[in-house]
């Protein structure tokens, strides 16, 4: 079966940016989940949250999901925030041979990115910057349980992109 690497962690963690360069890094194709979601869908997650709700996102989001993990070709895959926590996503990746890596990141780091980054997150883009506080110490609360699972958690705290680059390839490399 195909070696691929999938990103998971809170919005903001970093999946999309780490694993371009950890593809880079390691030779290997990149697809980011959401920006496969919209290709397929023709249409932005903005728009797709507003037309159909967030359901219709998360059905979509799992049979683009199927798919990927089907590919013969390995390659690094950046999930959505949302992702393992939804269905039966998490038994999707595991049982394809998928490596998982919990970006993990402190509730302060989370929150300093996602005060500039909302915009295009339509779960948190309508929050002020108080509600964002709340709700995301909350909701990563509750996604944790599902983050814990993933084959390696790694955390990122604090590190530039070329230095969780490098943990994250050494976890996943040199780690059963
Ligand atoms: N060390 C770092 N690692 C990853 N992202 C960082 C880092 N420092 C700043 N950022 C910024 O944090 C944001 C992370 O967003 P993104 O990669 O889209 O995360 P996710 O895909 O997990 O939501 C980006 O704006 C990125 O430029
Ligand atoms: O956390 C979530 O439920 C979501 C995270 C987003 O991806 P990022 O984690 O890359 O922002 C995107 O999939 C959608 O807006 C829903
Ligand atoms: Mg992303």
Same mark, same amino acid.
Request: charged fraction near 25%.
């Given at each position: 079966?195909?070696?691929?690497?999938?990103?998971?962690?809170?919005?903001?963690?970093?999946?999309?940016?780490?694993?371009?360069? $950890?593809? =880079?890094?390691?030779?290997?194709?990149?697809?980011?989940?959401?920006?496969?979601? #919209?290709?397929?869908?023709? =249409?932005?997650?903005?728009? $797709?949250?507003?037309?159909?709700? #967030?359901?219709?996102?998360?059905?979509? #989001? =799992?049979?683009?999901?199927?798919?990927? *993990?089907?590919?013969?070709?390995?390659?690094?895959?950046?999930?959505?925030?949302?992702?393992?926590?939804?269905?039966?996503?998490?038994?999707?990746?595991?049982?394809?041979?998928?490596?998982?890596?919990?970006?993990?990141?402190? $509730?302060?780091?989370?929150?300093?990115?996602?005060?500039?980054?909302?915009?295009?997150?339509?779960?948190?883009?309508?929050?002020?910057?108080?509600?964002?506080? #709340?709700?995301?110490?909350?909701?990563?609360?509750?996604?944790?349980?599902?983050?814990?699972?993933?084959?390696? *958690?790694?955390? *990122?705290?604090?590190? =530039?992109?070329?230095?969780? *680059?490098?943990?994250?390839?050494?976890?996943?490399?040199?780690?059963?």
């Amino acid at each position: 079966m195909s070696e691929i690497i999938a990103l998971l962690g809170y919005m903001g963690s970093g999946k999309s940016t780490l694993g371009k360069a $950890l593809a =880079t890094s390691l030779k290997l194709p990149f697809r980011d989940l959401d920006d496969q979601i #919209e290709a397929h869908a023709g =249409t932005s997650i903005k728009e $797709l949250f507003a037309s159909g709700g #967030e359901i219709a996102f998360r059905k979509l #989001e =799992t049979q683009v999901l199927t798919t990927e *993990v089907q590919r013969e070709q390995g390659q690094v895959l950046a999930l959505g925030g949302g992702t393992p926590c939804y269905g039966q996503n998490l038994d999707i990746l595991h049982a394809a041979g998928v490596k998982t890596v919990y970006l993990k990141l402190s $509730l302060v780091s989370l929150l300093e990115r996602l005060k500039r980054g909302r915009a295009k997150r339509p779960l948190i883009a309508h929050l002020t910057e108080e509600q964002l506080e #709340e709700f995301i110490r909350k909701h990563l609360f509750e996604r944790q349980f599902y983050y814990n699972q993933a084959s390696y *958690v790694v955390d *990122v705290d604090g590190l =530039t992109v070329e230095q969780a *680059v490098e943990r994250v390839a050494r976890a996943c490399l040199y780690s059963k």
